[in-house]
């Protein structure tokens, strides 16, 4: 099997803070939360005005690109109706070329290029793409991770995480790509600890609607000891709620589930990693999605 050519040699950085930062969060419920809030060391997010309908943004999960203290690593847009198979594997790629819902997420994929054809066989995905997949203004660690974006998209869409991806372009072996890269063969998914984003919202969506009430955040997360401070804030940024919650144990990335009583209004959800270091151990990564409860 032919493996991928960095030009030159480089991977994604993965130092990683879940091994340098400790939980400090006391004075939990029986359900793993509590209502002290927890500070952390990120900029506060602030609620938009007008946040983007779903259904507006594409369809099928995709991963995209964020900015950590890690440097860049990948994540995840999560829709409904996931196919699975070709179909699937179209659908996801389509919906990370047009790009992500969440505004703080990005891609330099060309939005022009078209899916050309999928097929998938032998554990293989092939995916065939226009000749604008040539075209990225990117940087040589934005290349790396441009590659593990598609990766990881095709895979998710066709719910095969360990199949090989190999990349056409008009029919032909991609090759050189971006002055940074050259794929030649099938390429599988890199270790997640060192491409992904440690901490990672899945519901709600990007500017989803809900109904007044007990709203359920949901998502996963490489945490320390299990443990995932949130923040809930208004429409000005200001503090509602905060607490902590546990992923499940047993895996490098496992669930989190929590709810909380939310009046009408517009929010932002947001959970980072534990940081008792005070800043030390480097700026926490974090997740934030803004949603509108009527």
Do not use: H
């Not at 997010?45 to 991963?63: D, F, I, L, Q, R």
């Amino acid at each position: 099997m032919t493996t991928l050519t960095w030009i030159p040699t480089l991977k994604v950085a993965a130092v990683l803070a879940a091994l340098t930062l400790t939980a400090g969060c006391t004075g939990t419920t029986g359900d793993g939360e509590t209502t002290s809030p927890v500070p952390t060391t990120s900029t506060p997010a602030t609620a938009t005005a007008s946040p983007t309908p779903p259904a507006e943004a594409g369809g099928a999960t995709a991963w995209f690109v964020v900015e950590t203290r890690a440097g860049l690593r990948l994540a995840r847009d999560d829709w409904t109706g996931q196919a699975g198979g070709e179909a699937g594997v179209r659908a996801a790629v389509e919906s990370m070329i047009d790009g992500p819902a969440d505004p703080d997420y990005s891609t330099s994929w060309n939005p022009d290029t078209d899916v050309l054809s999928v097929d998938i066989a032998d554990e293989v995905i092939t995916v065939d793409l226009s000749e604008d997949a040539r075209t990225a203004n990117v940087g040589s660690p934005g290349a790396a991770l441009m590659i593990q974006q598609l990766v990881w998209t095709a895979t998710e869409g066709a719910e095969t995480p360990d199949a090989a991806v190999v990349l056409l372009i008009e029919g032909e072996p991609a090759g050189e790509l971006w002055g940074a890269v050259t794929w030649e063969g099938p390429v599988a998914r890199e270790d997640p600890m060192d491409v992904r984003t440690l901490v990672q919202l899945e519901r709600p969506l990007a500017g989803e609607v809900l109904s007044a009430g007990s709203v359920t955040i949901s998502g996963d997360a490489a945490a320390f000891e299990a443990n995932v401070p949130w923040r809930i804030l208004d429409a000005e940024g200001a503090e509602v709620e905060a607490g902590f919650t546990m992923t499940s144990e047993g895996q490098t990335f496992a669930p989190f589930s929590f709810e909380v009583e939310l009046p009408a209004g517009e929010y932002v959800v947001e959970i980072s990693e534990d940081d008792p270091s005070d800043g030390a151990a480097g700026t926490p990564m974090v997740d934030t999605r803004s949603f509108t409860v009527e």
